[in-house]
Structure formats: structure tokens, C-alpha cells
């Protein structure tokens, strides 16, 4: 996955986030996705997941594919250790690696993680949310909408990474802009969360550019549901891959 953004952009918007959170955890979870080219939304993204919630003062957050735990360690800050936030795999491995890296870092105590389908996870949490963010297969984005536009409350967040798929959404080829930006930064999560799009990081590039290309009209066609509910508004930041924010207003 390559951002739309000139690598220079990107790598500067990186080292920003990289001069205020000085963690070795976090470098060490950042140094095994590269190692596994296991997909992880990184630390700008990261940041602004965090920012995010803590605007909007949340308490409870559910994550819709988490993978090793990557963007809960964002999210456990801006929750704090009395808030909650509820990871979703199908991988058990994930949920182990997950819990070693939180509690090394101090951010274990709020999170809570189902094994298991990402939508059966979030039917299982009780009452209103206040973020709801989605990273799963993109095929499955479309009822993950439909799952999540009723769960959260008025003033809480849908976020939802990958909306511009390596500017797909626009007509556009990976060839289109691949010079002089950005590459390798991040695949999609399998349902559930678990590392996705496995022929393509593996070098079987036309098996994984046919499945990108494939899921394609379910990224836009969530985005449009999102873009025309009157429940919410909503808006795309272009960082990295695009990531959704939509309100709830009423």
C-alpha cells in the first residue's frame, strides 16, 4: 500500500509524531510489522486515531480488526486506564502478541480483546460507544457500517482507515503515482483483523493487486453510505491511505 502523499510529506509527518512519543515498545512493534510486512496504520496515523478520541473525550472504544495492537496503543491513550477498549482477531497469536507489547508499554489495563469474528465482537459489548474504528477486510466494510452506524452515540466517531486504497476509489493505478512516493506502508486486515492481502506482500503481486482492485467498489460504496447519512458528518483526511471520520450528530 503506498500513501498519496510524497514520501517526503509522509516522512515528515512520521518524524513529528516520532519527536513527541519516544517508546521502545512502540519501535519494536513498528520493527516487526516491517519484518512480517504485517499491516499497521503507523504513527501518524496512530496519532491522529488518538487525537481523535481524546476530542471527543472517549471512554469506550471498539476496534474492528486490531492485529497485534498497533492502533489500541493510541487508542489506550486517549482512553486512559479507566476507560476501555475492546480489540477484535481471529487470530490468537495477535491477541497474545498484543497483550506482551501493551503491558510492556503500560497501556494492557483498558483493553479487553475478542478472539474471534470483528462484528460478533462488537455485538457482544453492551450499550453506546463512543469510537468505533474499522480495519478489517475491505469487503466487509459496507456491514461493518451497518453494524456501527446505530452503536455509537451522538457525538461519537466512526473512523475507518484504507478509504482511499491507494487512490483506487479515484480511477486511479498504483502505477499512476508510484514514483516519488511512499511504499510498503500498509496492507488490509483480514476479518477480524488478521493480516490480509497475504499473496500480494508475498510477491504474487497480480493475485494481490486483482483482490485490492476486487474490493474496491465496497470501500466506496461505505463511503457514500457514510457521506449521505444524516446521522453523521463526515470527512476523508488523505494521510497515508485515507482515513474516514464521521460524527454523529443526532
Known sequence: ???????????????????????????????????????????????????????????????????????????????????EVVCTDTDADNARLAEGYLRRAGRWDPVRYHVGDALEGLEAVDGELDVIYCDIDKDGYPAAWAAAAERLRV????????????????????????????????GDHAAGGAAGDAAGRQGDHATGEDRRAAVTGAIVAMTREVAQDPRYVSAINPIRDGVLVALRVR
Not at 491522529?48 to 492502533?71: D, N
Not at 502505477?175 to 511504499?183: I, K, T
Open 155 to 186: 457525538g461519537g466517531l466512526f473512523l475507518c482507515d484504507n478509504v482511499l486504497w491507494d487512490g483506487r476509489v479515484a480511477g486511479l493505478q498504483p502505477s499512476d503515482h508510484a514514483d516519488g512516493h511512499a511504499a510498503g506502508q500498509q
Open 1 to 83: 500500500m503506498q500513501s498519496l502523499l510524497p514520501i517526503e510529506v509522509d516522512g515528515y509527518l512520521t518524524e513529528l509524531v516520532k519527536a513527541g512519543q519516544v517508546d521502545p515498545v512502540l519501535d519494536e512493534m513498528e520493527r516487526r510489522a516491517e519484518a512480517d510486512g504485517f499491516p499497521i496504520v503507523g504513527r501518524a496515523v496512530g496519532r491522529f486515531l488518538e487525537l481523535q478520541a481524546r476530542m471527543i473525550g472517549a471512554r469506550r472504544v471498539v476496534e474492528l480488526g486490531s492485529g497485534f495492537g498497533y492502533s489500541a496503543y493510541w487508542f489506550s491513550r486517549a482512553v486512559g486506564e479507566d476507560g
